[in-house]
């Protein structure tokens, strides 16, 4: 399986649009030992579904539409998963189409916009009874969250308009760095196999396809939502009802929303990266001299929005004579993990949400940060798990459990350090040391993450 997956993923990563389809489609086709594989977007206004990429034998052949009425893939486009391991035909008799393909074995699984709506389906049809359709069902689910991202960018893509080319031209230098981390990533896959806590590489890269969905998903939000208003926009200068005060509204909500678009695309490139420090080995690691309370505050900075749904305020308290020669990708990669953490598992339940971050000198002298929040914390059976990659009490959430290990081997790995749970803390209490060395004189500006 390992193998398998390792092979679609190189297939697929340097693909978009039509030529991510078809790749996907061929590549999961010969996978599955399908007789026929589709890939299908779902037409609610005339109750049918187009294909995308559709493969049949060998090769893929000319996409088909096709009315969903009586049909199986109508059970998939209502939100469930429609599996016929044999005689199908006979459980829809008015399918003509399967009737014509000679089908036996089916197997259908939805696809989801941001919304959670039904946009799409996978499809895999076969001649004879299946035989393994877990395996076939295993592989749907763990490559959906792609081909939904995809979906989902090729039709923001057909919407913009020339007013957003700017927008476009971001995306696609964000793109590149994505495509350009993505084969540092495979650089290091040996390594990863080797390591206990990566466990398998399939459930490795599955994490960070999702992982990269949901910085991505806000980006195109926020794109659809400057498109919006600034048709609304042009509508009103059309008709000659525009005021200052709807272009001042305009301006602002502009001058709100591209910070966070850069944010999150920006955001997205990290979360790659974070893999490749993770197993980075520390001789090939920049290290700089570094003011520790003007970078983590520098860093929070990029963090507010993750604040801002749940209301929470952020306190550092870190001496200022903290000039260390340290890694600054690696601390800033550790504070992101834990607030994301606190915003997703923690802040729960009604405010005031707090997160405080503490620097002091520990008895063995050193260096040590001590985070702690008040949200719901932790239960007994969490605290054992907490750093093991892919635990989550979130699975439901589509939380992957990557978080918290990847904090336990950036200090453990990059910093030389080590990390332990708070006892004394009213919800999330961690914290983690350091031995970098400590160096005078004014430090050098830090390159921001």
């Not at 109750?47 to 034998?57: E, M, P, V």
């Not at 509204?249 to 001058?255: A, K, T």
């Amino acid at each position: 399986m390992e193998t398998l997956l390792k092979t679609i993923i190189e297939n697929v990563s340097n693909t978009r649009g039509q030529a991510f389809f078809n790749t996907i489609t061929q590549a999961l086709h010969q996978a599955v030992k399908a007789d026929f594989t589709l890939v299908a977007r779902i037409d609610r206004v005339n109750n049918c579904a187009h294909t995308l990429a559709l493969a049949a034998g060998d090769s893929l052949v000319d996409n088909i539409s096709y009315s969903l009425v009586g049909t199986p893939c109508a059970n998939a486009a209502d939100d469930s998963i429609c599996c016929y391991p044999s005689d199908v035909c006979a459980a829809y008799p008015a399918d003509t189409l399967l009737q014509e393909m000679k089908v036996q074995g089916y197997i259908g699984t939805p696809l989801h916009s941001l919304d959670g709506t039904v946009m799409g389906i996978i499809v895999a049809m076969y001649h004879q009874p299946i035989e393994d359709e877990q395996k076939t069902l295993a592989l749907f689910k763990l490559f959906s969250g792609r081909i939904e991202a995809e979906m989902e960018r090729v039709d923001q893509e057909e919407k913009a308009l020339s007013a957003q080319q700017q927008l476009q031209k971001l995306i696609r230098e964000r793109t590149a760095h994505l495509a350009q981390a993505t084969e540092e990533l495979k650089e290091i896959q040996h390594h990863l196999i080797e390591s206990e806590k990566m466990a398998a590489l399939g459930n490795l890269v599955a994490g960070l396809a999702h992982e990269v969905n949901t910085p991505l998903g806000v980006a195109i939000t926020t794109q659809s939502l400057l498109e919006e208003q600034l048709e609304n926009l042009a509508r009103q200068f059309a008709s000659q009802e525009l005021s200052e005060q709807d272009l001042s509204d305009f301006l602002l909500l502009s001058q709100e929303a591209m910070p966070l678009l850069r944010l999150n695309l920006e955001r997205a490139v990290e979360l790659v990266q974070s893999f490749r420090r993770t197993a980075a080995d520390q001789h090939s690691s920049e290290r700089s001299l570094l003011d520790i309370a003007s970078y983590y505050q520098q860093a929070l900075l990029t963090l507010k929005p993750l604040l801002k749904p749940v209301q929470a305020e952020l306190e550092l308290d870190i001496p200022e004579d903290w000039h260390l020669e340290t890694i600054a990708g690696t601390h800033a990669q550790i504070l992101t993990n834990l607030v994301s953490n606190s915003v997703q598992h923690g802040f729960n339940g009604p405010g005031p949400h707090r997160i405080s971050i503490q620097g002091r000198r520990s008895p063995d002298g050193l260096y040590e940060i001590i985070y702690r929040d008040n949200g719901c914390g932790l239960t007994s059976e969490s605290k054992k798990h907490l750093f093991e990659p892919f635990y989550t009490t979130a699975r439901h959430k589509g939380g992957v459990g990557l978080g918290m290990s990847i904090v336990f081997n950036l200090v453990n790995q990059q910093l030389k350090g080590r990390v332990r749970l708070l006892d004394d803390a009213p919800g999330f209490g961690l914290s983690y040391s350091f031995a970098d060395l400590a160096m005078t004189g004014e430090p050098e500006r830090a390159v921001g993450t």
